[in-house]
């Protein structure tokens, strides 16, 4: 994961391997600081970075989550005296993570605790766990409602890209979904890689992964092409990356992570096939290579300044000069 703070200082988390840990870099120096669990991370898996409007950073990890001032870190517990909410009081101030576990619920901090929203079940949920009985699979604790990723929209929505259900918006007090099988590549093709970004581009358009189209959430009252999801979630699905043929399988389509650039045009990066931007007419490859060889990428970030920067699997971290990603 990348993260660049307020002040400027860059934040790079390595989950395994030689060298696992946090790393703060101020932008300048030839040299990096390393926390690892003896600095006080709760582990070295770090999932999100996040920075509150007093500029504490917080990191969710495989474990816990956790709050850095500055000076130590201190790992948040959740409040358990009560039962997970369903509905909370938007805002700037309220921060969300992922809950992970065995139950369908996502996790926020609105400053004093940290608490659970309990989110709604669907049909596809419940026959994971007809499928998975935890008697018969009692390490099977993964939970179909997990959280890939979080993203706040313009209209003030949180947005929960699932695991394999699907993404899931709430607005404070009521949730609605847009189901997996409006994610898939085609109606053919049903395999779920996860929802890993949700993103609006330039024009107000969201762009969930792994899909080839693009969605119009606010669509005009009455229009005839619009579909009602569960819960009132009316959108205009409508085709998004450009390809070949609608049945044919494109090598970029397997996305891991999405940003917008300071133009509003959208970077893609995949598992495999490197870096592709999209301006919203035409779509560009940019192989990403060390040594001469392509390597995989994990996520694509964009700093203050507009710059790109690649989060990779076993390269460390790369940036963009204009032409191509260098390590």
């Known amino acids: ?12 988390s390595n989950n395994f391997g030689k060298g696992s840990g946090l790393y703060r870099w ?23 970075i996040q920075e509150d409007r007093s500029g504490n950073l917080y990191f969710n990890t495989y474990t816990a989550i956790c709050k850095f001032d500055g000076r130590a870190f201190t790992t948040l517990k959740l409040d ?7 509905e909370v009081k938007l805002g700037p101030d309220v921060l969300w993570f992922k809950a992970g576990g065995e139950k369908p619920h996502a996790v926020f901090y609105d400053g004093k605790s940290l608490r659970r929203l309990k989110l709604p079940t669907t049909a596809e949920g419940d026959a994971h766990y007809v499928a998975l009985p935890r008697d018969k ?30 993404s899931l918006r709430f607005d404070g007090k009521t ?38 189209h693009r969605f119009d959430m606010n669509p005009p009252p009455g229009a005839e092409s619009a579909t009602k999801g569960a819960g009132g979630l009316t959108y205009i699905k409508s085709p998004g990356l450009p390809h070949a043929k609608a049945d044919k399988e494109e090598h970029y389509t397997f996305i891991m992570s999405m940003a917008k650039d300071k133009a509003g045009d959208l970077w893609m990066a995949t598992y495999g096939a490197g870096v592709w931007r999209y301006d919203g007419k035409d ?7 060390v040594d001469g060889q392509p390597i ?28 191509a990603f260098e390590k």
Not at 80 to 86: F, G, H, R
């Open 80 to 86: 358990e005296s009560e039962p997970a909410v369903t």
């Open 137 to 166: 699979y009692p390490n099977a604790k993964y939970s179909p409602y997990d959280a890939y990723t979080i993203y706040h929209d313009s209209r003030g929505n949180v947005w929960f890209g699932t695991a394999s259900l699907g």
């Open 175 to 212: 949730f609605a979904w847009i189901s997996q099988k409006e994610l898939a590549f085609n109606e053919k093709d049903q395999r779920t890689f996860g929802t890993r970004s949700i993103i609006e581009d330039k024009e107000g358009k969201f762009w969930i992964t792994n899909t080839r």
């Open 1 to 12: 994961r990348i993260f660049q703070d307020s002040k400027g200082t860059y934040w790079f």
């Open 26 to 48: 101020d932008g300048k120096s030839k040299t990096l600081d390393l926390f690892t669990t003896e600095s006080g991370l709760p582990d070295h898996g770090i999932g999100q």
């Open 283 to 289: 779509l560009k490859n940019y192989p990403v290579m």
């Open 296 to 323: 995989t990428v994990f996520s694509i970030y964009c700093d203050r300044k507009g710059d790109l920067w690649l989060g990779t699997h076993e390269h460390g971290v790369c940036k963009f000069n204009g032409k």
